[in-house]
């Protein structure tokens, strides 16, 4: 069977790719290894599909090579993936920047791409694996899940098989091998937007608490960057907003070899001096309340017992005990409980992958590959990772629009 393009992967950014060519009036085939399209799409933003954010600046974007992405996002951004969706019958609607659509449903997002493939007469094959390519041109070999193989030759190919995370949803990392087939360099995969192992015991303890709080990352003791939100100790370690967006350095510097801590600052609302008033304040006018009952309504219990043990005091003890230097130790504590961290969570609870196909060998005017004419990449496979937030499904519609356009 002969096509003008053949997608491989019919998740977000393979979606929008195919509709972006057959809108050029080409035949396009999409070969999907499940056996339903953009099962990703269906698990985003709780099921409510965040699928652009209104705020963009370079930093919403992580990569290798730190321009690659805004140069992308500059031939089709934010405004263009709003217009596109509205166009297939998408009502936006915008929580502080964030867009969902206004059905609040992701399965929405699923079905106007799958109907304007159907418009647009797009061939979609399910539950075969794409799992060789050769020349002449593209001729894909497929296996199916009864172990037939099937062959497909197009004249271009895109490779929108996504990375390595939740790979149940698809995403199983074969698209890099794809890739390397034509020479491609791969950044090494890594778990992104994902929860932290620590070593320390308190996080057991206060495991199931969440609390607002400010977190900061330290490679090798330098700071690298900090995050607010809502903060989550569980058996393992620690998670939530903050510290998935934060997760990717560690990730990276682990790997590296790298020693990583968190530094929390659990009372995000006054400053340092302001709590060691407060705390002083609290002892003189309840001398004979313990040191524990003295923190009671500042931080949840369990914090509460976990700051006063990691400052080396005595949870029972009175706080008319407790010298200006212990309350201070006490405060220095509450503002920056330190977290070690030994690893990530692996791919199966990660939303995204850090690393995969080098930018460099990828043009960002049309995502061809600089290797190999007539390929294109788009999505999670390339080096190029998004903050939560709508950032990632950005990337997806960004790169699979204009690989899609230019494939023909
Ligand atoms: C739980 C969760 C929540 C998320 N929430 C958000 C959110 O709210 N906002 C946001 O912006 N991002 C979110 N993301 C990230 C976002 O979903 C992904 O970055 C995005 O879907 C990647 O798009 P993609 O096209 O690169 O890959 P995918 O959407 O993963 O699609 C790849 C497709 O290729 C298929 N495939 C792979 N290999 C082959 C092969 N060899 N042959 C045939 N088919 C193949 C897969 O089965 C899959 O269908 C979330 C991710 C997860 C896991």
């Known amino acids: 069977m002969d096509y003008d393009v053949i997608v491989v992967g019919a998740g977000a950014s393979g979606l ?73 019958g998408i009502v936006p609607m915008n929580r502080n920047g964030y867009i969902y659509p206004n059905s609040e449903q992701a399965n929405s997002i699923v079905e106007v791409l799958l109907m304007e493939c159907k418009t647009l007469n797009i061939d979609i094959v399910y539950n075969e694996k794409v799992i060789e390519t050769k020349e002449p041109d593209f001729t894909i070999t497929t296996l199916k899940s009864d172990k037939s193989k099937a ?27 794809l890739s390397k087939a034509f020479g491609h360099k791969i950044i090494k995969p890594l778990p992104a937007l994902v929860s932290l192992f620590s070593p320390d015991k308190f996080c057991k303890i206060a495991s199931g608490v969440r609390t607002g709080a400010k977190a900061s990352i330290y490679v090798d003791n330098q700071f690298l960057m900090e995050e607010e939100g809502e903060v989550i100790f569980t058996d393992y370690g620690i998670s939530g907003i903050p510290i998935m967006q934060i997760s990717r350095y560690a990730s990276r510097a682990l790997d590296e070899g790298k020693s990583v801590y968190l530094i929390l600052d659990l009372f995000l609302n006054n400053t340092l001096d302001e709590l060691i008033g407060m705390l002083i304040n609290r002892c003189n006018n309840n001398p004979d309340k313990t040191t524990e009952q003295m923190l009671v309504g500042m931080l949840n219990h369990k914090l509460n017992y976990i700051v006063i043990k990691e400052t080396k005091l005595i949870p029972e003890s009175p706080c008319h005990i407790l010298s200006k230097s212990d309350i201070i130790s006490l405060s220095k504590m509450i503002k920056g409980l330190k977290v070690r961290i030994s690893g990530t969570n692996t791919f199966d609870f990660a939303q995204v992958t850090s690393g995969g196909v080098k930018t460099s060998e990828i043009d960002s005017n049309s995502m061809e590959s ?28 960004s790169t699979g629009y204009i690989a899609g356009s230019h494939a023909l």
């Not at 985003?44 to 140069?71: E, I, L, Q, V, W």
């Not at 949803?169 to 890099?176: A, H, R």
Request: hydrophobic content about 35%; charged content about 25%.
């Open 151 to 177: 062959v497909y030759y197009a004249k271009k190919l895109i490779l929108a098989t996504g990375g390595c995370a939740t790979p149940k949803l698809g995403s199983d990392g074969s698209g890099y091998l």
């Open 16 to 88: 929008v790719a195919a509709i972006a060519a057959a809108e050029k009036g080409g035949s396009v085939l999409i070969i999907e290894q499940k056996e339903k399209a953009g099962k990703k799409i269906l698990a985003t933003g709780n099921g409510k599909c965040n699928f652009t954010n209104m705020y963009h600046t370079p930093d919403c974007y992580r990569s290798d090579d730190s321009t690659f992405a805004m140069k992308v996002l500059s031939n089709f951004d934010n405004k263009r993936t709003l217009e596109f969706f509205k166009r297939l």
């Open 370 to 397: 600089k290797l190999k004419k007539g390929l294109y990449l788009t999505g999670e496979i390339i080096d190029v990772d998004g903050s939560c937030g709508g950032y990632n499904l950005q990337w997806a519609w």
